[in-house]
């Protein structure tokens, strides 16, 4: 199992998977507002997600897992 953890603390803005979604390496997955930048989160791995740990306008601080990939 793969963790796609967030890089920095700030507010989800757009969560661009779902459960059950194929994801590519380097494909954007989450996308996070922090101090009015729009940071484009990556999964680092391919795979299947199994978990989506966040949703649009949750606070999310630097390292919690956004979602889980196996």
């Known amino acids: ?7 920095i ?3 989800i803005r757009q969560v661009l998977v779902s459960e059950g ?5 380097d494909q954007v997955v989450v996308i996070i507002e922090s ?3 729009e ?7 391919a795979g299947s ?9 949750d606070v ?3 390292d919690d897992v956004l979602l889980e990939l196996s």
Not at 1 to 7: H, L, Q, V, Y
Request: hydrophobic share 50%; aromatic share 0%; with cysteine.
């Open 35 to 37: 101090m009015k930048l």
């Open 60 to 62: 999310v601080m630097q």
């Open 39 to 45: 940071i484009p989160v990556e999964a680092e791995v």
């Open 21 to 25: 979604d194929a994801v590519a390496v």
């Open 49 to 57: 997600v199994v978990r989506v740990g966040c949703g649009v306008d």
């Open 9 to 11: 603390t700030g507010s």
């Open 1 to 7: 199992m793969t963790e796609i953890r967030a890089p």
